[in-house]
């Protein structure tokens, strides 16, 4: 035990200090940001300290405090249309200071003053980014498409990977389709921002391959009045602020387990969006609170993980739309496919570490459902505010608060009124 507890590890001229060893010992409390990372970090990565601290009578070293956002800069100065309808809906601003009257919205459900109000806010939000995307992108986008967005750091767990073989997947389903079959279809803009670390070959090259893929759907004549795909550079700050109000859904779909909270997930919700997304990170209490029937899950859970893994390993079969995808890229369809060899190969051969290949029909049928429901705006609207509704959990002023009680041991300082002259 006590080796697995040793804050060096090694012997003579080897020695290395384990830095997360020295984390835990130093420090005061360990959180996990989501339910689901504590979890993981109590249960998988470190139960010999848990153990540890229990024997010596501690047994809240290891917590658990969710993460949020700030409303005030991700509704109220981003989105002022939808903040408007909410502020006119609930009868004042006060949300904005305590994010659980959202709740309020719940009655609005069938009210269609107020589901066409968040529609008008939704496309006027959708024509700044197109607006945004002409001007930096040059390319045009229609506002009367889905809007389907993944934006954050890129990374194989992340699989971004994953999103742009399903948009090759939506095109070849487009291309073998008759003009009036193609009519009957949910048209969808899909873009995706993000960046990479410098040194890490295979996201840029994930990059490389979502704008190979841009260039030739947008251009075919066949399909580019039905799917479009839009890599945005230089995400930041700044463009998610018009980014992410213009959203119908938003995709976040890392392999369960490997995310440990994300908040771009609720940033997106927040603004009257829909998720797509694995059972990982917040997106696991985010469903709980708005309610399963508003956010799409599909792919293996945790518990599944090990054995996805092992069968993956040992060379399960794909699934034969996956499969076809791949010869597409190999065809040189999207250009040179040497140029996305290091792509393929993270995901053959017993490669899969992130599960594409495992959870790539789960997607495809998941993605199905979306647009099953979005072809009925009032139950997508209707969706999307109950979603809104059950999002105030996510404030970081909860976040904050749990803080200053369960680690900091803060109490409120109330701020002084600046609008009363001290003396």
Not at 279 to 302: R, T, W, Y
Not at 326 to 338: A, D, E, Q, T, Y
Not at 392 to 398: H, I, K, P, V
Request: proline share 4%; with cysteine; glycine share 6%.
């Amino acid at each position: 035990m006590s080796a697995k507890l040793s804050i060096v590890e090694g012997e003579g001229e080897h020695q290395m200090f384990r830095m997360a060893h020295l984390a835990i010992v130093g420090s005061f409390k360990v959180n996990g940001v989501a339910a689901i990372h504590a979890e993981i970090v109590k249960s998988d990565v470190f139960p010999q300290f848990v153990d540890y601290y229990k024997r010596k009578g501690v047994t809240d070293k290891f917590i658990g405090i969710t993460n949020g956002v700030t409303c005030r800069r991700w509704m109220a100065q981003c989105n002022p249309s939808l903040s408007a309808v909410i502020t006119k809906a609930l009868g004042s601003d006060k949300w904005v200071r305590n994010l659980d009257l959202l709740e309020g919205l719940r009655k609005f459900e069938n009210d269609d003053t107020v589901l066409k109000e968040m529609s008008d806010s939704k496309m006027e939000n959708k024509k700044r980014l197109a607006a945004y995307v002409k001007l930096h992108c040059d390319v045009d986008v229609d506002c009367n498409t889905m809007f389907d967005i993944q934006v954050k750091r890129i990374h194989e767990y992340k699989r971004q990977l994953l999103n742009v073989l399903h948009v090759i997947h939506r095109y070849h389903t487009l291309k073998a389709m008759t003009p009036a079959e193609r009519e009957k279809m949910v048209k969808r803009t899909v873009f995706i921002g993000g960046k990479a670390a410098a040194g890490y070959y295979v996201a840029k090259k994930i990059i490389s391959l979502a704008n190979a893929v841009g260039r030739t759907i947008n251009s075919d004549p066949d399909t580019k009045d039905f799917l479009k795909l839009v890599y945005i550079p230089n995400y930041k700050v700044g463009n998610a602020q018009v980014i992410i109000p213009a959203n119908d859904i938003s995709e976040h779909i890392s392999t369960a387990g490997t995310e440990a909270s994300g908040t771009s997930n609720m940033k997106f919700v927040m603004n009257g969006g829909l998720i797509i997304g694995t059972d990982d990170g917040a997106n696991i209490e985010i469903k709980e609170c708005v309610k399963e029937e508003n956010i799409f899950i599909f792919g293996a859970k945790c518990p599944d993980i090990p054995e996805a893994t092992r069968r993956m390993k040992e060379g399960a079969a794909w699934d034969g739309r996956l499969v076809n995808v791949v010869n597409m890229i190999r065809s040189g369809k999207f250009g040179n496919p040497l140029d996305f060899e290091p792509v393929l190969n993270s995901i053959e051969n017993g490669k899969d570490r992130y599960l594409v290949a495992h959870d790539f029909s789960s997607y495809l049928e998941c993605q199905d459902r979306v647009d099953k429901e979005y072809k009925s705006p009032k139950t997508w609207n209707q969706k999307c505010l109950m979603a809104l509704s059950g999002m105030g959990f996510f404030s970081t002023d909860r976040t904050i608060e749990e803080y200053a009680q369960k680690i900091w041991n803060c109490k409120p300082c109330p701020r002084p009124d600046p609008r009363i002259a001290t003396k």
